[in-house]
T-cell receptor, first 115, second 114 residues
Framework: NAGVTQTPKFRVLKTGQSMTLLCAQD?????MYWYRQDPGMGLRLIHY???????AKGEVPDGYNVSRLKKQNFLLGLESAAPSQTSVYFCASSYPDSLSGNTIYFGEGSWLTVV | GNSVTQMEGPVTLSEEAFLTINCTYT??????LFWYVQYPGEGLQLLLK?????DKGSNKGFEATYRKETTSFHLEKGSVQVSDSAVYFC?????????????FGEGTQLTVNP
């Protein structure tokens, strides 16, 4: 069972470089999310998507862009990486929130270091 | 806005000890409540959930009861094992909010020693 798959798992970037994190899910979920995890702060929502072709801002969207061209994929882009973007990034997916108890499934994380 | 507050960590216990990790929340509407667990080097996994007041979620010996009167969802386990060492996150999800975002607590690091 693949579930939610993120690539790459690890990456080191220089300040000012750009990169894209790829998330793929095989559960036919409508909703997809990108979170970042920082020590002592839990997970914070960067961007999310409620369907193919739609995206929306979360709590901490600045410095990131996203695209959802296909239902199964959700891409997170860093336009010009900054050391403050050093973090662990988690992708997640779920069915629509017609019932808010629906489970959200997470990928294994992508460790990004910006030097 | 929604918020989740967890007890400060880290928590260190001996094997077979009783575990409580406190979680309180502030939310509009009628949220669903979750506990997620993150083992070292892995992503988050759903541990248990409760979708309405007085519901009890349980899994792998862990339990949590949705207490609307105290806005709490404390995680408990009667006898912890070394394999329970992980970071535990309390989270909520509100009905009626678009995007179905989860709001997370800060996480509590649990270490269980043999």
């Amino acid at each position: 069972n693949a579930g939610v798959t993120q690539t790459p798992k690890f990456r080191v970037l220089k300040t000012g470089q750009s990169m894209t994190l790829l998330c793929a899910q095989d559960m036919n979920h409508e909703y997809m999310y990108w979170y970042r995890q920082d020590p002592g702060m839990g997970l914070r929502l960067i961007h999310y998507s409620v369907g193919e072709g739609t995206t929306a801002k979360g709590e901490v969207p600045d410095g990131y862009n996203v695209s959802r061209l296909k239902k199964q994929n959700f891409l997170l882009g860093l336009e010009s990486a900054a050391p403050s973007q050093t973090s662990v990034y988690f992708c997640a997916s779920s069915y629509p929130d017609s019932l808010s108890g629906n489970t959200i499934y997470f990928g294994e994380g992508s460790w990004l270091t910006v030097v | 806005g929604n918020s989740v507050t967890q007890m400060e960590g880290p928590v260190t216990l001996s094997e077979e000890a009783f575990l409580t990790i406190n979680c309180t929340y502030t939310a509009t509407g009628y949220p669903s409540l979750f506990w997620y667990v993150q083992y070292p080097g892995e992503g988050l996994q759903l541990l248990l959930k409760a979708t309405k007041a007085d519901d009890k979620g349980s899994n792998k010996g862990f339990e949590a009861t949705y207490r609307k009167e105290t806005t709490s969802f404390h995680l408990e386990k009667g006898s912890v094992q070394v394999s329970d060492s992980a970071v535990y996150f309390c989270a909520l999800r509100s009905r009626g909010t678009s995007g179905s975002r989860l709001t997370f607590g800060e996480g509590t690091q649990l270490t269980v020693n043999p």
